[in-house]
């Protein structure tokens, strides 16, 4: 953040003066740039007493000086990374001067960003993660850096990404895994980094295959164990819908998995058709004509 207009600052450097008369000159000498919370020190030259102001983002310090000694800040006190206005106000004379405060080259906490926390297996740039470095002070580092980006499902393959951060910011895509499980998304930048985890559970069911048997008067009619193309099992609750056509007529229930498979009594109609679905996913259809 910086202060962007000219009139800003000769604004403030007139409100520190007014109140002065001059007798003696002064002047100061200014670092261009301060490390975020670093020791830093502006010496002065003259003689007589002042006082320094410096302004700028989210932090204002006043010091008394003496005239031809430097003024000396500790370790921490100037922390907020930014664009700062310095004001020496002696008993006759004003100087004002401008530097920069810059973050920590050193990363300490990272923003981490990672969707969504849960998605189907086998998806192509499915998963997102954007990632904020920030320093000891929480300030954003906008210097280019390597973030590197891992995703990895126990058992099965590592991705691995590495990103040079813009702006203090850096962004991957990574495909969900072929098989469901339990993801760790994890994002590294220096010593620092942060941790999420991503659920990635079957997709759509790849195909239904029904079989049908007389009983008890009906036809139970049950689905094959329903899987994703990828393998994995679809998670029971899903529905599966059974139709059952004969002679203009139409029968549709609707019925969950459970333990993989979904199982219905049908009207055991001759020359029926019966066939399930789920989702936009159709099975085989079978013609029943009665027992043989």
Known sequence: MRFRHASVLAGLAFAFAAPM??????????????????????????????????????????????????????????????????????????????????PVARPETLGFLAKPSRLPVGLHNGISGAVYVFDAYHNLITAPMPVSFELSVSPGTVQSRTVTTRHGMAWTGMDSAPKEGVAKFVARAGEASSTRVIEEVPGDPCAIVISARPNAGKLEVQTAPVRDCGGNAIPDGTIVTFTETSNGRQTTVDVPLKQGIARVDMPAYKGSKISAASGVVAGNEIRWEGER
């Open 21 to 102: 008369a001059l007798a003696q000159g002064g002047s100061m000498s200014l670092p261009r740039t301060v490390t975020a919370g670093a020791a830093f020190s502006i010496p002065t030259t003259g003689s007589g007493k002042a006082t320094l102001y410096i302004v700028g983002p989210g932090q204002a310090l006043r010091r008394d000086v003496q005239m031809g000694e430097a003024a000396t800040f500790p370790v921490g006190e100037l922390y907020n990374a930014g664009h700062y206005l310095a004001i020496l106000v002696g008993a006759s004379s004003t100087d004002t001067d401008e530097f920069d405060v810059i």
